[in-house]
């Protein structure tokens, strides 16, 4: 694979979730009427199935995220890492907030991409499968200690244990 090396400079998030998503392969409609219990049942599916990583942030922010087939920079602090595997099942991948993946459960002609281009969190992949090793750089209740980003996504071909269900989430 080339080298891979995207950037989102600034990823709302207004509930204290991102999220990696297969657009083409993710079910994202719901009902209208939908739960948080539902809507976490459809994640812990989606996520199973590999076409979607869903991961707690630990606050509301303006998110910086790096996306690379390198790893993260020894130099700057890991909080906290987790890997897990997602398929590319028609050549991109989106970064997702919460607030995009419920519109999407919530009405029919949404969809998880409506706002990729808002954020520029569309990743062009070949078909396959990956491991993606998420971490986070920040603590959002501590002062920022250095200019790079939030969170890392590091994406590599391969496979890996899936996900049993959203990663660092109480809900």
């Not at 996520?47 to 606050?59: H, V």
Request: charged letters at 25%; a negative charge.
């Amino acid at each position: 694979m080339a080298q891979l090396q995207h950037r989102i400079d600034e990823m709302t998030d207004d509930s204290g979730f991102l999220g990696l998503v297969d657009p083409h392969a993710y079910t994202s409609f719901v009902g209208e009427d939908w739960t948080l219990e539902m809507l976490f049942e459809r994640f812990e599916s989606e996520i199973r199935q590999q076409t979607m990583l869903l991961w707690g942030t630990g606050g509301e922010e303006q998110w910086r995220i790096d996306i690379s087939n390198s790893p993260v920079d020894p130099r700057l602090p890991v909080i906290r890492q987790i890997t897990g595997p997602i398929t590319v099942t028609r050549g991109e991948l989106i970064v997702v907030n919460l607030e995009t993946v419920t519109m999407a459960a919530q009405y029919a002609e949404s969809a998880v991409d409506d706002d990729k281009d808002i954020y520029g969190s569309g990743i062009e992949l070949p078909n396959g499968d990956y491991i993606c090793t998420v971490s986070q750089l920040t603590d959002p209740e501590e002062d920022r200690t250095h200019e790079g980003p939030d969170f890392h996504l590091q994406l590599i071909a391969g496979r890996t244990s899936p996900w049993s269900g959203v990663a660092w989430s109480e809900l």
